[in-house]
């Protein structure tokens, strides 16, 4: 006989509870399990008497914060005809664009130069570019996952198999942080002299490899002269996917928008001297990409 009258009691407690529990959703659902008979009736009641719970519990979830670069330039058309003759003077400018490249999300493109001297040998080149874009999502913000992209990035540069006296020293006035790993490597061709930097501005990771020998009794080239041009190469690319999310401007020698991306038809002993991984979006190779959200897996 006196169980209505507990039950009334217990409704009429039960809106105070609720605005108390308002930041513990869960509490809900155990104020309307605690009902005896018809706790269905009494579920309902508490589901629409307890919306500021469901607010205010999202309304406390971290925000991630949006990604500041929403596109990239062409891979093939970040460095300028300018820097392009000085890297590979005997090249093709056009460049070769990666199988892999996906608009506004990853980019690679290289390109190669063989000074054939006869006799006395020949100069070779190889430049690679690789842009790659993060998104934020559940992860983390864009920044953060482009940072932890670069640091990978770096780490695989300074540990690449058969490296000689490699070095890592950091690179100002690059994006947001950047860093630049040389060493030397012994290939059947000769002795290559590579240089790998990686930059990040925002969320995006810039990777530029650039490695010169020379061939068949030519002079090995100086691996200073080659960083320098390579510093030189990673801020114009740099500048260039700012300026594309109109953050700033290109450098004077700002590449043309319209530069082609065909294949290059220049012949060369060797791609690459190293599985690096900014080439990793290249023609052949694996995904550089991390996450899905930066690039669809091929």
Not at 132 to 144: K, M, Q, Y
Not at 211 to 225: H, I, R
Request: charged share 20%; glycine share 10%; net charge positive.
């Amino acid at each position: 006989m006196h169980r209505p009258v507990q039950r009334a009691g217990r409704a009429q407690r039960l809106p105070r509870i609720l605005v108390s529990a308002a930041a513990v959703p869960v509490m809900l659902v155990a104020a309307g399990c605690s009902s005896d008979s018809g706790s269905g009736d009494d579920a309902q009641k508490d589901a629409s008497a307890g919306p500021g719970a469901t607010v205010s519990a999202s309304s406390a979830a971290p925000s991630v914060q949006p990604a500041a670069y929403k596109t990239l330039p062409k891979a093939c058309s970040v460095l300028s005809k300018k820097s392009l003759g000085e890297l590979i003077p005997k090249g093709s400018k056009s460049g070769k664009s990666g199988k892999l490249d996906e608009p506004e999300q990853r980019g690679n493109c290289n390109w190669t130069s063989l000074d054939n001297n006869g006799v006395k040998g020949s100069q070779f080149r190889w430049l690679n570019v690789a842009l790659l874009r993060f998104d934020s999502d559940a992860r983390g913000s864009g920044d953060d996952q482009a940072h932890a992209y670069f640091q990978k990035q770096v780490a695989a540069a300074q540990t690449v198999e058969g490296a000689l006296d490699a070095k890592s020293v950091p690179v100002s006035g690059t994006g947001d942080e950047a860093t630049a790993v040389r060493y030397g490597l012994k290939k059947k061709e000769g002795a290559f002299k590579q240089q790998t930097i990686v930059a990040r501005v925002e969320n995006v990771v810039v990777t530029l490899d650039y490695n010169g020998a020379g061939l068949a009794g030519e002079k090995t080239p100086d691996a200073t002269v080659l960083l320098k041009a390579a510093e030189k190469a990673t801020k114009e690319a740099v500048a260039a996917v700012a300026a594309a999310n109109g953050d700033g401007a290109a450098s004077s020698d700002s590449p043309d928008p319209a530069s082609s991306s065909k294949p290059s038809s220049s012949s060369a002993p060797s791609a690459s001297p190293s599985k690096s991984a900014s080439g990793s979006t290249g023609t052949g190779a694996k995904s550089a990409s991390p996450s899905q959200s930066a690039a669809k897996k091929s």
